[in-house]
C-alpha cells in the first residue's frame, strides 16, 4: 500500500498536468490493456446489456451519443442492435481502436453511419457543433465509470458540473442520460475495489489495488492499479499493468449534481448493478438514469 506522502506526491502530479479532461491514456499503455480488460465485445454482461438496450427500445431512442466511446465497445453493442451512433472522446489513443473497429466493419452496412470523433466534456454541444451542426440526440451515454476520470481541480466539482449540464444540452427534449460511477462510499469506507464488474467480462485474472487519498477528511482520489495476467489455456504469461485515477463520487453529492444539471425538472431513476435497488445491498456500480424535461 502506498504511503500518505507517495499518495499526495502523486495527486499534486496528477494536478499540475490536468488540462481540462485529463487523458489517463495518453501514453497509450492503459489504451491496448483496455481490450484485456473488457474481454469479448459479442459477450456484454447479461444485466447490463439487457437493461440499457431494453430501456432505450422501451423509450424509442434511435439517435445515441456515446460520450465516453472508449475503444468503441458500447458503440458496436449499440449499432449490432440497430442504433444510429455518434461516438466521441478525449482520448486520441482510445479512438484509434475505435476507428479500427470501424475500418475491420466497413463491409457491414450498419457502420457506415458511425461517426467517430474527438471530444471534450467541457466543450460537448460546441465540439458536437462543428461535425454534426443543429444536432440533440435521443440518449446520450457515459458509463464504465468514465466520469469519474474527470478530477476536481478546483475543489468544487465545477468542471463536473459543467459537463453534466452540456449532457443535459445535447439531448432532445424528453432524452435520456445515462450515466454511472463506482460506489465509492464503499469503497472509501472499506479500501477496496471489486475485481469483476458488470462492464468486464475478460477470461484473464485480474487484480486492483486500491489507494484513496483522503485530504482534510475528505476524500479526494482514488487510485486503482490494475493487473491484468494475459493467460492462454489456463497458463499465465507476464502480467499486464497500469494505473487509473479517479474522483470518489459520493452517491448523495453526485445525485444533487445531476438533479441541477436538468434544473431539477427531469426524472431520475437510480440502479444498483442495471438492477433496483433494493434488489442489491451493497452495489458495485450506481447507474443514473435521467430523463430530460419534455417542454
Known sequence: MPTYQELHSRALSISSKIETIKDQYADGKAAGIYNL????????????????????????????????????????????????????????????????????MRQNSKYDQWVIEEA??????????????DTQFDAVICLGNSFAHLLDEYGDQRMQKLCLSNFAKCLKPGGLLFIDHRNYDAIVNSGTTPGHTFYFNSKHPVDINTSVLVVRGEPVLVILDYCVYPSDDGELKEAREFSLRYYPHKLSTFTSMLDEAFENRARHHI?????????????????????????
Open 120 to 133: 471534450n466534456w467541457e466543450t460537448l454541444p460546441q465540439d458536437i457543433e462543428t461535425f454534426l451542426p
Open 271 to 295: 440502479y444498483g448493478d442495471f438492477q433496483p435497488l433494493d434488489k442489491v445491498p451493497v452495489p458495485a456500480f450506481y447507474i443514473h438514469v435521467m430523463q430530460k424535461a419534455k417542454n
Open 37 to 104: 480488460l473488457i474481454g469479448d465485445s459479442n459477450q456484454r454482461t447479461k444485466y447490463y446489456k439487457d437493461f440499457l438496450i431494453g430501456m432505450l427500445k422501451k423509450n424509442n431512442c434511435k439517435n445515441i451519443l456515446d460520450a465516453a466511446c472508449g475503444t468503441g465497445i458500447d458503440s458496436i453493442m449499440l449499432i449490432d442492435e440497430g442504433f444510429k451512433v455518434v461516438s466521441v472522446d478525449a482520448s486520441d489513443k482510445m479512438l484509434k481502436y475505435a476507428l479500427k473497429a470501424r475500418w475491420d
